[in-house]
Structures are given as structure tokens and as C-alpha cells.
């Protein structure tokens, strides 16, 4: 395993699950929970005839950023493309009610100190939501992580992490919708309906999903960004992640809960105000919203770098 | 469909006639609220009397089409439906807010739904965040009290399911002589996707409850509380149901409810049995270091 000061400047996009899982914590602070030692596999593959994984895919653990316990999920897209299961799909709920947990020892051990020592939840998406091996176990396992979650309201953070190859996409697309923060790199992707699924639907005239540059400007993190569903666009280190997390284990929960898209009365109506706005538009790509929200060259943008592209671009403001 | 002759497929409307007492079906109200009678048509909201007692319905048109999102109709949960339905569920909230559980209205689903809206503006503007939004709303009725059933009268499909239906505290399914349907996709596409043999899957679907498409199958993983074997029978059931409900609440027993109350049925009907082991070694491991992480 690599030195974590290298972790750090090291490639988030290139990563694997552990060494995410590492490198968004404290050096030396990760204690991996349910690893493969433990070799809880999935009891439903070997009856398909397909290959198991010991951590079945997942990097479940916990750390630290300062006195912040953080429980972290990392999926690993390179063990049947990060999707969930019986088995991993537990293992990120009890992920979630563990942190739960640890909030309320904490409220209750050190109610003064609640702020410095707040837990958080960062999950790293890398997933295209169910397993089909295990179909009918991987949709329930995505229900109880929408209920964990709403446990969670107000007493702690979940963050969302995406910027690995395989995206964020299926039910884990509407799970990382529903998380407090979204952090991603330039090539991280977030959608509900896959590219190739859209084309099925609707037509190769109207969405090529061949179309590589067009996928990127629908679900990709500039288009995020803009549409207010990227909290923090960062570049492409362990370490800019990182930074990013410590940013949010710091905020009040008050603050948290300004960077939500959904979750309330007040949030679904401004979301109304978006879905009207593009039922009277009618986009035909992505770049029409962009160039409405005020970026004169909208098809500069998905060339800019990171850091070119935060000077200029405007986002859709929120009330 | 035409070995099912009474099957609900495409009937929603129906479905609320035959639930709810007759004529007190007041669409788009829920408590002060109105929903603008034209928004997100692929779903029907209102409030009705099930025996006397209020209750939120939220159900699927599948006669429907929205006109400003084309790929919305038969049932598909687009944007706009999926926001009307969470308002649904938020506007339940607000009207009994000062009320004490007992009298917390139930939410009742009706689910007949094949997906969500698979369009290029609604990936756009974000799918994702209206179906999720519709399950946090739900959740967060479910913790403050309300008893919500689902009720899957036809289809029930992957993400759409997991929007309209498994966030319920309970949830009942007619029978497959009803045609109804509950899976994550066709074993054409998981056989496309997995590159795995088509016959293989086919000869597993019929046994394996993981994997295999239908009610039965998901009562056996705990993610179906009750089969309703008779159509006419919906209406008791539901009502049965409510007062179940009603009962486990108020006895504070919310962990034997919705999605987590699920997966203990799944352990003990031998569906899902792996999970709760592996959580619980979590626990154990945690518990060995948790000083380190809690008093640091």
C-alpha cells in the first residue's frame, strides 16, 4: 500500500475503493470494518456461477478528520461495476446506522464538544445501482439506505463523493441525490437512466450515447455544478477531496442543510421552479441551460480545467 | 395480458373506487393544499375516507401522457409526478402536525408503475433528485408517525418501486393470477448485461428468490408483508393493515416497520439471511476500536 502523503497527490479518478477509503481520512486513522478478512461474500453469486469478492465490492470503515469520527463507504466498480447487493448493500446500511449511533454516545459523552467531534458519513459512489445477480436484494438494500439516511436529518452529514470511472447511476443515482454535500472531479457522473437506456428510449437522433462529449454534458460534474447539484467541484487528487470533506466536518448543521437539493417542502417547490422552467424550454442538450444561466460560450466549458472553469462559469442561483 | 382477464394493469382509478368508501374521493386536496389539476397527470393524488377515516391516496394514471415530458405515460413516474407526489406526502405531514400519532392520517399507495422517466431532460434537470425526494417525504411520514401502505396493484418496477412503494411501513401485492409484476428488469436484459445464458436464468428464475421476477418471490425476502389473493378482499386488507400499523407505532416499535422491519422478515422468512450477520460483525468490530473514534 502506498504512503498516504502520496495517496494524497495521487489520482482520485485512478484509485481503487481502499485507497479512497484511506485517503479521505487522517493519516494512519482508517480501521477497515467488515474487510475482506472477514470473507462475508455474497451467498447469492457462486448459485450463477459468478466469481465472489471477500469485501464483496465494498470498503467499509472508520476514521478520522481531527476529533470527527468519519464512517466511510467506497465502492470498487472494478467487482461487477460497484453494484449492490445483499451482502454490500448491508454493509453501507450498517455503515450509516453505526454513525448514527456514534452521534448519539457523542451527544450524550461530550454534549458540549458535540461540534468539533460531529461524525460524518462520506460515501464514494462508484456504482450503477442494482446487482442484477441478486436483483430483488439490491432493491431492498437501496430502500434501507434511504431510510437510514432520513435518520440522520439534522444530527450528522452524509456526504457524496463521486469521480470514479464508472459514475453514479440506477437507484444509487437518486441515493447520492439525497445526501447533504456532492463532491466531484471534472470526471465524475451522476444520472438515474444510463446513457444507453436513454438512446433505447427516445431514439439515436435524439441521444447518442456513442456520443461520449454529449454524455459528459448531461450528467457530468460541470453540468452538475452549474444546475446547483455539485456542492464542491475539486480537482483530481485523493488530497482535493479530502480538503473538501474537512471543509463540510467543520460547518454547522445549519449551513449543511443549505447545501441540500431535496428533503423538504421549501427544496422540493424550488426544484418545481427548475422542472417547469426546462417542461417550458424544452432543452436540446444541456448547453441550452448553461447559455440561460448566463455562459455566453456554453460549448467552451466542457474544455476549460477545473480551476479555468470555476472563474468563469455561472450556475442557476438558488432562492 | 389476455390470460389475466381481471388483472389491474392501467387501473389505478379503479383501484382507489374499489379501496376507498365510495364517492368521498376529493382529487388534488390534501389538508389546505390543492395541486394544480393539470400538473404531473401520470400520478393522482387526493384525499379520500377508507371506513371513516381520512386517508392521503397516492396512485399512478397509467391513461394518462404528460405533454411537456414525452417519455411520461402509462404509469411512468416523470419529474413533475414524482414532485406532485412528494408534495402529496409533505402536505399529509403538515395537516395533522399538531396531532398525536393515532390520529396521524394514513398514506395509502397504489402502485402500478413500469419506471421513471428515461429522457434526456429529465437528466438534465435531475431525475434522480424528484425520485428521491418522493422517498425521503415518505420516510420522514413514516418516522413522524403516519401508517403508509402500498398497495401493488400491477406493475412494480425497479426504481420506480423503490420511489412508490418501498419506503411504505407495509406493503401488499395481489396475487400473479392479477398479472402483477415486481422485478428490477426482464431476464432478456439481465442476460444481455450479465452475459449470462438465457436458459440458465430462466430455469433460476423460477426458484431463486434473489433473482426471479413476482410477488411470491418478494414475500419470501420480506419485501412484501401480505399477498392479497382476492382483488374484492383489497379493501379489508388495506384497512387491516392500517390498524397494524397504528398499533406498532403506537407501542414505539417503528424498527418492525418500513424498510428495516422488511429486512428482519427477509431473516425470517430465510430470503436474506447474510445481512444482518454481516452488520452485526460490524458492530463488533466497531465496538473494539470505538474509544479511539469517539474519544479521541
Redesign the interface.
Known amino acids: 500500500m502506498q504512503k498516504w502523503d502520496e495517496l494524497e497527490k495521487s489520482s482520485f479518478l485512478d484509485a481503487n475503493a481502499r485507497q479512497r477509503a484511506i485517503g479521505m481520512t487522517d493519516k494512519g486513522s482508517f480501521t477497515e470494518l467488515l474487510g475482506p478478512r472477514d470473507r462475508f461474500t455474497s451467498p447469492h453469486l457462486p448459485v450463477l456461477g459468478t466469481a465472489v469478492e471477500f469485501d464483496d465490492g465494498m470498503v467499509t470503515g472508520v476514521g478520522r478528520i481531527g476529533k470527527h469520527p468519519v464512517f466511510v463507504i467506497s465502492m470498487e466498480g472494478k467487482f461487477i461495476g460497484g453494484a449492490i447487493g445483499e451482502v454490500n448493500g448491508g454493509k453501507m446500511v450498517g455503515t450509516i446506522r453505526l454513525a448514527e449511533k456514534a452521534a448519539a454516545r457523542i451527544q450524550k459523552e461530550h454534549p458540549d464538544e458535540y461540534a468539533a467531534r460531529r461524525p460524518l458519513v462520506v460515501i464514494s459512489f462508484e456504482t450503477g445501482g442494482v446487482r442484477l445477480h441478486e436483483a430483488n436484494a439490491g432493491l431492498l438494500a437501496h430502500a434501507e439506505v434511504m431510510d437510514a439516511f432520513q435518520d440522520c436529518r439534522h444530527k450528522l452529514p452524509i456526504i457524496c463523493v463521486v469521480g470514479s470511472k464508472v459514475g453514479c447511476f440506477g437507484g444509487m443515482g437518486f441515493v447520492a441525490a439525497a445526501t447533504d454535500v456532492i463532491i466531484m472531479n471534472e470526471q465524475g457522473r451522476i444520472g438515474l437512466t444510463g446513457p444507453e437506456v436513454i438512446e433505447q428510449e427516445m431514439g439515436k437522433e435524439e441521444f447518442d450515447a456513442s456520443n461520449k462529449a454529449l454524455v459528459y454534458r448531461t450528467t457530468g460534474a460541470k453540468q452538475k455544478y452549474i444546475m446547483g447539484d455539485c456542492n464542491y467541484l475539486v480537482e483530481d487528487t485523493i488530497g482535493s477531496f479530502y480538503q473538501a470533506i474537512a471543509d463540510v466536518a467543520d460547518k454547522p448543521m445549519a449551513e449543511i442543510e443549505k447545501l441540500r437539493r431535496i428533503g423538504s417542502v421549501k427544496l422540493v417547490e424550488e426544484q418545481m421552479g427548475l422542472v417547469k422552467l426546462v417542461g417550458d424550454m424544452q432543452p436540446k442538450d444541456a448547453m441550452d441551460l448553461w447559455k440561460y444561466y448566463g455562459n455566453e460560450k456554453p460549448e467552451e466549458l466542457p474544455e476549460l480545467s477545473t480551476a479555468e472553469f470555476l472563474k468563469v462559469v455561472k450556475c442557476r442561483v438558488r432562492n | 395480458m389476455d390470460e389475466f382477464d381481471n388483472t389491474m394493469i392501467g387501473r389505478g382509478r379503479d383501484a382507489i373506487d374499489m379501496i376507498v368508501d365510495p364517492d368521498t374521493f376529493q382529487e388534488n386536496a390534501i389538508g389546505t393544499y390543492q395541486c394544480e389539476p393539470d400538473y404531473g397527470p401520470c400520478a393522482s393524488v387526493g384525499t379520500a375516507q377508507l371506513k371513516g377515516r381520512p386517508v392521503t391516496i397516492i396512485a399512478n394514471d397509467a391513461q394518462q401522457f404528460n405533454e ?2 414525452p ?1 411520461v405515460f402509462g404509469g411512468v413516474i416523470g ?2 409526478e414524482a ?1 406532485k407526489m ?2 402529496a406526502v ?2 399529509s405531514i ?1 395537516a395533522d402536525k399538531d396531532k398525536p400519532i393515532a390520529e396521524k392520517r394514513p398514506i395509502l399507495l397504489i402502485v402500478d408503475t413500469p419506471g ?18 418522493y ?3 415518505l ?2 411520514a413514516r ?1 413522524t408517525g403516519h401508517p403508509v401502505i402500498a398497495c401493488v396493484i400491477g406493475r412494480a418496477i ?2 420506480a ?3 412508490h412503494g ?2 411504505a411501513d407495509h406493503i401488499l401485492a395481489l396475487s400473479k393470477e392479477y398479472g402483477t409484476m415486481i ?3 426482464p431476464l432478456t436484459s ?1 442476460s444481455r ?2 452475459k ?1 445464458d438465457i436458459e ?1 436464468l430462466e430455469a ?1 428464475s423460477t426458484s ?5 421476477a413476482g410477488a411470491e ?2 414475500y419470501k ?3 412484501v408483508e401480505e399477498i392479497i389473493n382476492k382483488v374484492e378482499d383489497m379493501r379489508d386488507v388495506i384497512a387491516r393493515h392500517v390498524d397494524d400499523v397504528y398499533a406498532t407505532k403506537a407501542k414505539g416499535e417503528f424498527e418492525k416497520l ?3 422491519g ?2 428482519l422478515l ?1 431473516e425470517e422468512r430465510g ?9 452485526a ?3 463488533e ?2 465496538e473494539a ?2 474509544d479511539q ?4
Open positions: 411537456r415530458f417519455v419529474m413533475e414532485y412528494a408534495m409533505y402536505h403538515e421513471n422517466g428515461p429522457g434526456k431532460m429529465e437528466e438534465i434537470a435531475g431525475m434522480n433528485k424528484a425520485t428521491g425526494s422517498q425521503l417525504a420516510a420522514e418516522k425497479s426504481g418501486f423503490l420511489c418501498l419506503q422485478h428490477v428488469m439481465i448485461i450479465t449470462m440458465k433460476l431463486n428468490p434473489v433473482f426471479a418471490f418478494f425476502l420480506g419485501g418500513g424498510p428495516w422488511r429486512g427477509g430470503g436474506r439471511v447474510v445481512r444482518l450477520k454481516a452488520m460483525k460490524m458492530d468490530e466497531f476500536v470505538a473514534y469517539l474519544n479521541a
